[in-house]
């Protein structure tokens, strides 16, 4: 789908932005100054140009003299006159810097083999780490690589790739899970849960220009929303019938699970679908204040 951000303000906007983030140095040019003043003693060389007409060099040499004393000073009208200010002018030159973004067009091929790895590699990055851990990836070129592609329109594939990709991670979480023995299952589901919402911190801000001008804009929806719902659909929904029996259960056993283990998966499951809370509304009501 072509993407015609150039239709509407934000588009144009996303366009001068990009002016700046590339560092677009408007041309500016200074042309010969015409005015200036050469003052001699010993040459009748004067550059002064009458308004409108020839200036002193292109008079006649008595007329000139005329003007001169005896000791190479200027007088007459001329010596009166105030030197014309010197200016430069400056423009800035739009079809200069429109030529200069149409030369780093960014085609599909050189999305699919240049800058989605990219955005794949520091995905999956993002999606395993373990919280506290340091990844070895360069936010501000994830952020740049993201940025550029959105301006080249390609913003609908990178948004199918994004899910795409999510969505496979999400169903291995899943798998795993199902296997889980019913001792480690709480803990688990709590790992994947914790992990997965840590992740969308930095992704969510890497891919903000393609929800502001595109999913936002074209899809009337936010990246957030779609990600957490990823994680619903794929794995809250399919595990809620085998986790919540478990949670009750570990809430009326003392020290089978922590607190905070289980204040962690009970508001997330509430953040995801609040209407969990009806299937175990004391456990529910013991952290979520108000239902």
Known sequence: MDENMEEDASYQQLIMDDHNHNNWEADAYQPHHHHQHHHTHHHA???LPESGGMSQTQQDPKELLHHMSANGEERGPAAHREPEPMTS???????TSASKFLMNVITAEDYQRTYWPKLDSAIDQLLTQSPG???PISYEQIYSCVYKC???????QMYCDLITKITSHLRRIS?????????AYIERFNAALSQYMGALQSIVPLFIYMNKFYIETK????LRDDL???FTEQVAEKHVPTLMPLLIEAQSTPFKITPSIMANIVKGLYTLRPDWAQLAPSLFSKFIPNI
């Open 219 to 222: 899809l009337n929806r936010d």
């Open 89 to 95: 002018k400056v423009t800035l030159n739009i079809n």
């Open 45 to 47: 060389e004067l550059t």
């Open 150 to 156: 959105v301006c080249q329109q390609h913003s609908e």
């Open 133 to 135: 851990d340091c990844i």
């Open 175 to 183: 798998e795993e899970l199902q296997v889980s023995c019913p001792d």
């Open 228 to 230: 957490i719902k990823l």
